[in-house]
């Protein structure tokens, strides 16, 4: 039979010009100011238009405030409502003709100060009919790590430095643009009359909503907003601000953002704590503002950390409750112009003004910590885009790599058969979509030879180039499209196989067609890494690529976004992802770079993800303690005693000792387990049995349980101490008492004889001469692994009789108890004479003679002690 064998047909790295590489809805290069502003166009234009800021440190730390990138899904929200939506890039103050032309502004948590000329445009913008979003977030977020947070930027002020906006600031830092034209004021509540508070609300949904008819409208529809991790606003004159979105009531400091620097809830929640979501009136124009970026974030982040070049980790947070909801009712009341001036005109009902903490006047404020909450890294300057990493906003550009392409096909083409081909393109953007694609084989002069089967699954007419398609790149920058061909009868000898770009050609490569049977395409791993084992994959450096398959262990999404847990027979690791539809018990095949976040080992940014098929999840093993080895693994902690139980946030903890081991326990509320009815079940001092993930959090190892399965009471029935069957024995014997334990729980541990008060070794065994005649006390003390104990006490009797006297006597000899051959001889006689005696009587006195004969030389001839056992 003729070999068939395959080609891959490697194209030369080709650079066109003009060459249109069609991006959705952009390339994720990074950009910077200079570069032409994102932009979406609506697909039915109501005639309004919407700013989005991205002049102030929008995309510093793990933020993405972008249209195109983390803000994607709000913004696309928005466009779809008709509005043209761009963004405002530049390197310059913001000026009133950067904001004239727009209904709405929106500001993205921004994390540089705005200059008093900016506040003044914005003010004026205001005024004259146009409408400003402020998002803001919790205190002491600080992306960029220059002291100031959103709520700071946007209230005017920073907190501890009313005063001056740049202490503790370098002379650099003092003297940068940036900080040039900062002036200090009350500047929000001035003229919004609202002011952001510093607290920091940890996971919370906020579910006390203002009415529609008193609210404009804004919440119908509204039922619940998230908060993960947010602050409130304080109102501060009602004719002016109004709050439309709060947090429950009831709230503690248990519902605090973990990391927060304070108390974290000032007033319990509810309206005293201060608006979510609020609105305000100013002139001709109108003003909206959020306590956090979670409800408006999504999943898609575009850029890089500037700090370090890290990849970002956002959240699908617009997808969530009514947040989405919220936030574009939001947008329509901002972009619609009304003539009242303050909520007075406006026939609502007025709020009333908030409380306020004496911490909370601005000239009282304090720093709770020093500021930044943590040191930048080593060479980044928040104000000198130029320190940035590349792949961050505004930081050095990232050469692109010139697109490689290549189609794989059998090394003779059937004429008479279907086949199909592979187009491969490689070295392209991550997530980039490459349209207006086609594929054709012609003669030489031109004649096209082939059909491809459409994507409806039909075939064209005649022959001739195949439909436009699209392939787009994965995570790795590889995209692929395989296509079903089929030849012209008869066509046989050399062809041309081409792939082109609308009329651009792309790749041309000579082929060979013959009467070959058609063969299946090889298998495709889309260049990803074979399959490894998860220890091995853990062995590997942080960023290295690995291909990885397992058991999902823990419910996607228990500990955020849609990550899970999943472990094969070696080992098991953490796999932050966010596509839905997996399981526990799922068994998935997982692309993704390695990554250590928070000091876990994880795979994040993933390449490829699929299901393959279901298993058992796997039984936790025992272990003794958490360490590397098992970190990621489902395993238990046996009898260990819960101290330190508390809630923290939407979380509790609890230290599992065991001897000295002590290992945190960490519930997650996510996994549906509640501090509240744990804390009913279970109390300090109780043995458990406790499972989970093995797992670590900033180098302190944690144990993770994911249901009430996973912690179970240690048996409380103590260890049974059976009768000893045999109590008394002849001094003159060996006695080893027969003492059974058992413990059908958690096993016997430990067992503690004594003897007289005195502790022995066990087994108990009782030597000749050991104890004198009469009653002694055996006391056995026992414990199971559940630190149940028993203890239990037996009376034991020693004797001693005549029919012994003779054993008696060669133990003496044969200790050298006598120091006199005639003693012995005397001894000898005597005990034969008793053991002799014909009547009881005779025996009697016999024995009373040796009795009085053996005192007599005590100390003298006969050691002491032994002569106490010739007294019975």
């Not at 947010?230 to 709060?246: C, F, N």
């Not at 990554?595 to 272990?623: D, Y």
């Amino acid at each position: 039979m003729k070999k068939v064998c395959f080609r891959l047909l490697l194209a030369v790295c080709l650079v066109f010009s003009g060459l249109p590489l069609t991006f959705n809805p952009v390339s994720v290069q990074a950009s910077d100011a200079s570069e032409p502003a994102p932009e979406i166009k609506p697909t039915k234009p109501n005639g309004l238009d919407v700013l989005f800021d991205n002049t102030h440190g929008q995309t510093a730390g793990a933020a993405d405030w972008v249209i195109d990138g983390a803000f994607s899904d709000f913004a696309n929200a928005v466009a779809d409502n008709g509005y043209y939506v761009k963004e405002l890039r530049k390197n310059t103050p913001i000026t009133l003709a950067d904001l004239q032309q727009y209904e709405v502004f929106v500001i993205p948590e921004a994390n540089i100060p705005y200059k008093k000329s900016e506040q003044d445009a914005m003010i004026e913008y205001v005024k004259s009919g146009g409408s400003i979003f402020f998002i803001s977030d919790h205190y002491n977020a600080d992306r960029n790590k220059n002291r100031w947070d959103s709520s700071e930027v946007m209230n005017g002020y920073r907190r501890g430095a009313y005063n001056d906006p740049t202490k503790g600031m370098s002379a650099d830092e003092k003297n940068s643009a940036a900080m040039q034209g900062v002036e200090s004021s009350d500047w929000l509540a001035m003229n919004f009359g609202l002011r952001f508070r510093y607290n920091a609300v940890g996971d919370v949904n906020a579910t006390k909503i203002v009415k529609p008819e008193e609210s404009f409208g804004i919440t119908q529809g509204v039922n619940s907003v998230a908060m993960h991790a947010g602050s409130t606003v304080m109102i501060t004159d009602p004719t002016k601000a109004k709050g439309i979105v709060y947090l429950p009531e009831g709230l503690t400091e248990a519902d605090k953002w973990g990391p927060s620097v304070d108390q974290g809830v000032y007033f319990g929640g509810g309206v005293q704590e201060g608006a979510y979501a609020a609105i305000s009136k100013l002139g001709k124009g109108k003003a909206a503002f959020i306590g956090d970026s979670s409800p408006v974030e999504d999943a898609t982040p575009k850029y890089l950390r500037e700090e370090n070049g890290q990849t970002k980790k956002t959240y699908d947070g617009f997808k969530e409750q009514d947040d989405a909801k919220l936030l574009t009712n939001l947008m329509n009341w901002l972009a619609k112009q009304e003539a009242y001036t303050n909520f007075t005109e406006a026939g609502i009902p007025l709020d009333t003004v908030s409380p306020t903490l004496d911490m909370e006047v601005p000239a009282n404020s304090t720093e709770p910590q020093p500021e930044p909450w943590a040191p930048p890294a080593a060479g980044y300057k928040w104000y000198d885009s130029s320190t940035f990493a590349p792949g961050s906003y505004n930081g050095p550009k990232k050469e692109n790599p010139t697109p490689a392409y290549s189609i794989i096909h059998q090394d003779v083409l059937p004429n008479a058969e279907e086949f199909q081909i592979r187009v491969v393109l490689d070295q392209l953007t991550p997530n980039q979509v490459v349209t207006d694609l086609q594929v054709g084989i012609y003669v030489d002069g031109g004649q096209q030879v082939a059909k491809f089967k459409q994507e409806n699954g039909t075939w064209p007419s005649s022959y001739g180039y195949s439909s436009s398609f699209s392939a787009k790149a994965d995570a790795t920058g590889r995209a692929t499209k395989e296509i079903t061909v089929q030849m012209k009868p008869g066509t046989k000898g050399d062809a041309n196989l081409r792939l082109r770009q609308g009329k651009n050609n792309l790749l041309t490569k000579r082929v060979k067609v013959d009467n070959v049977p058609s063969v299946p395409l090889p298998g495709d791993n889309g260049g990803l890494p074979s399959l490894i084992t998860v220890a091995d994959a853990r062995t590997k450096a942080e960023g290295t690529t690995v291909t990885v398959e397992g058991t999902i262990t823990s419910q996607p999404g228990a500990f955020g976004a849609k990550g899970f847990y999943m472990q094969d027979s070696t080992a098991g690791i953490y796999v932050y992802q966010q596509e839905d539809g997996f399981n526990v018990g799922d068994v998935v095949r997982v692309t993704a770079p390695t990554k250590l976040f928070n000091t876990e080992f994880e795979l994040e940014n993933i390449v490829k993800i699929e299901k393959k098929g279901t298993a058992q999840v796997p039984t936790p093993k025992v272990v003794t303690e958490l360490n590397e080895s098992n970190q990621g693994q489902l395993v238990t902690l046996e009898y260990v005693t819960i101290q330190n139980m508390k809630q923290v946030g939407k979380a509790f903890e609890f230290d599992a000792l065991q001897g000295d081991n002590v290992t945190k326990v960490r519930v997650d509320e996510r996994t549906g387990m509640k501090y509240s009815e744990f804390s009913t079940l279970y109390a300090n001092g109780n043995v458990v049995t406790v499972s989970g993930v093995s797992s670590i959090f900033k180098g302190v190892y944690q144990l993770k349980p994911l249901s009430y399965d996973h912690v179970k009471l240690a048996d409380k029935e103590a260890p049974v101490i059976a009768d000893i069957a045999v109590k008394d024995f002849f001094v003159t014997d060996t006695f080893v008492p027969e003492m059974k334990v058992t413990d059908k729980g958690s096993g016997v541990d430990s067992i503690v004889v004594t003897l007289n008060g005195e502790s022995v070794t066990q087994p108990l065994t009782i030597t000749p001469l050991q104890l004198f005649p009469g009653e002694h006390v055996v006391k056995v003390v026992a414990t199971d692994k559940a630190g149940n104990k028993s203890e239990k006490s037996f009376n034991i009797v020693a004797k001693m009789d005549v029919d012994h006297l003779d054993e008696l006597l060669v133990i003496g000899k044969e200790k050298n108890y006598m120091t006199s051959k005639s003693v012995v001889k005397i001894l000898e006689t005597k005990v034969a004479e008793i053991q002799q005696a014909e009547t009881l009587l005779i025996q009697k006195g016999k024995l009373t003679s040796l009795r009085v004969f053996v005192e007599s030389l005590a100390d003298k001839n006969i050691d002491s002690h032994y002569a106490k056992f010739w007294k019975f």
